[in-house]
């Protein structure tokens, strides 16, 4: 009885360790964010027509957004290529050509990382006046659904093509990787109303299970992980499939946050 | 033998405690293996955020605006919103959805009519002699370069090639083939049309080699509403 005592504290001991040193390496991949946060947008872009201040003046900072805004609004739109908007403060997503909206989608829900309460407000700002390019992406649906058809031979083998299927089986969530470091998550709202709901949590926990085996490899090597702050948002099926198809690989994204 | 019989069973015991403890212990660390992996996949996050929480950074006022200042930051937000509403075209333009197989035609920036399309079906068709093309709809801006009344389509080499017929020469009358585009055709340009369709029961999947089919009132309005010119936005 008295060993199995001493196994227990040790343990409990082992595991208070081991959950402290991983704190601790998150903790300090978290400062070093910041810090290259803060270095990254240390100071206005050329031809600057305003530089932002920190200010704890309400009015000043919602002009200092819609500023930012429109300015990554207008960047965006000197690409020939699709953007997204993503305004959190009205909840909309908008698909944009050219700066023409496209479509429009209601945001269902969103978490934003308090990051962006942590980092410098001015640096903040700069970063929201520019569009962040999406480097890399994950998703649970083919961006380009090719079907590979073999032509026949000769008019004996031509048969005419059936009637595509459409109905939505597969579920939507994908996470786009930024230039800023910033990861979006996108994930369909209420899944549970079709059987999305096991997809949704499977797609979620693998990327847990890839962070944590990233967190591992660092930690043990005494390395700090990367940390990556997260926006997450929800939004109907329809508008994620829409929003992941029409955009191309380093589609532009402009945020608009506070 | 009261007494030999209680020998045994502590005999017994005695040696089921080795198996015992080695079960405990293995709980015990599976357990806490348990609990490590738990903590990393779900409670790691919330510490970070609460961290940044109590890390949050109070703006400063390091230099307050003045008026005149403020009167420039309106300026500018009035100016650059007046530039990007005039990105918009005031003529007619039409908004094609691919994904869902809609379209959208807008008249002095305000929508006058949707409805279904066919769009491309993003197959990807190969010939015997290693050629391929894939059927799918350009997205991006583009302009209507051309309209044409009862068009006539000049059937492409992977027309024959998708029905395994023989491909016939360039300037074979066989390529030509009238009523099947319906009533009118409008170009965007690298052979992609807007044009009317005979499988109507398709309408709103994408089944087209490419172009964007519609059925004949829709197509019809699309077609007196757009000009030369005129801005076709595809995504």
């Known amino acids: ?67 930012a805004y429109i300015n990554a609004q207008f960047e965006a739109s000197k690409s020939d290529s699709i953007s997204l908007t993503l305004n959190f403060l009205d909840s909309t997503a908008n698909l ?19 990051f962006v309460d942590a980092v410098d407000q001015v640096a903040l700002y700069r970063m ?4 962040l390019q999406v480097t890399g992406h994950t998703s649970t649906i083919a961006k380009v659904p090719l079907m590979v058809k073999i032509a026949p031979k000769d008019t004996s083998e031509y048969t005419p093509d059936v009637v595509p299927d459409t109905t939505d089986i597969d579920a939507v ?68 499939k829409m929003i992941y198809r029409a955009l191309p690989e380093n589609a532009s994204i402009v945020l608009k946050i506070r | 033998m009261e007494q030999v019989t209680d020998n045994n069973a502590k005999v017994e015991v005695e040696k089921k405690r080795p198996v015992l403890r080695f079960f405990i212990g293995l709980s015990i660390t599976l357990t806490s293996i348990l609990l490590i992996v738990v903590f990393v996949l779900y409670a790691l996050s919330g ?74 079906s993003y197959t990807l068709l190969k010939s015997h002699d290693k050629r391929q093309w894939i059927f799918k709809t350009p997205k991006g801006l583009y302009k209507i370069i051309g309209k044409v009344t009862n068009p006539v389509w000049r059937r492409p080499d992977w027309s024959f090639v998708e029905e395994g017929l023989p491909i016939p020469s360039q300037n074979d009358p066989i390529r030509w083939e009238a009523g099947v585009l319906g009533d009118y055709a409008l170009s965007i340009g690298d ?11 398709f309408l709103g999947m994408p089944v087209t080699h490419g172009c964007i089919r519609m059925n004949d009132e829709d197509l019809e309005a699309v077609y007196k ?7 076709v936005y595809i995504f």
């Open chain 1, 1 to 67: 009885m008295k060993r199995f005592r001493v196994l227990l504290i040790i343990s409990a001991l082992l595991l208070v360790l081991i959950i402290s040193f991983i704190s601790t390496f998150e903790i300090l991949s978290v400062n070093q964010a910041i810090e290259e946060f803060n270095g990254k947008f240390s100071s206005d872009a050329e031809k600057a027509e305003f530089s932002f201040v920190s200010t704890s003046d309400s009015s000043i900072i919602a002009k200092q957004v819609e500023y």
């Open chain 1, 96 to 114: 944009m050509i050219k700066g023409v909206v496209v479509h429009s989608a209601k945001i269902e829900n969103y978490q934003l990382s308090r």
């Open chain 1, 128 to 131: 929201l006046s520019l569009p």
């Open chain 1, 173 to 240: 969530n994908y996470i786009f990787e930024t230039s800023s470091g910033i990861q979006l998550y996108f994930y369909e709202s209420n899944p549970r109303e079709s059987a999305d709901g096991l997809k949704q949590f499977k797609f979620d926990f693998m990327d847990r299970v890839q962070s944590g085996y990233e967190l591992f490899k660092a930690t043990s090597t005494f390395k700090k992980p990367e940390y990556h702050p997260e926006i997450r948002i929800k939004l109907k099926k329809r508008d994620a």
């Open chain 2, 47 to 120: 510490i970070k955020e609460s961290y940044l929480g109590m890390n949050k950074n109070s703006a400063a006022d390091t230099a307050s605006l003045n008026q005149k200042q403020i009167a420039k930051l309106d300026n500018l937000i009035k100016k650059n919103s007046q530039k990007f509403y005039n990105l918009t075209p005031s003529q007619p333009y039409f908004i094609v959805n691919t994904t869902y197989n809609r379209f959208k035609l807008y008249k002095n920036k305000k929508q006058i009519r949707e409805g279904f399309c066919s769009t491309g």
């Open chain 2, 191 to 201: 052979g992609y049309l807007i044009h009317g369709t005979i499988y109507k029961r």
């Open chain 2, 225 to 231: 509403t757009l000009d030369f010119g005129s801005k």
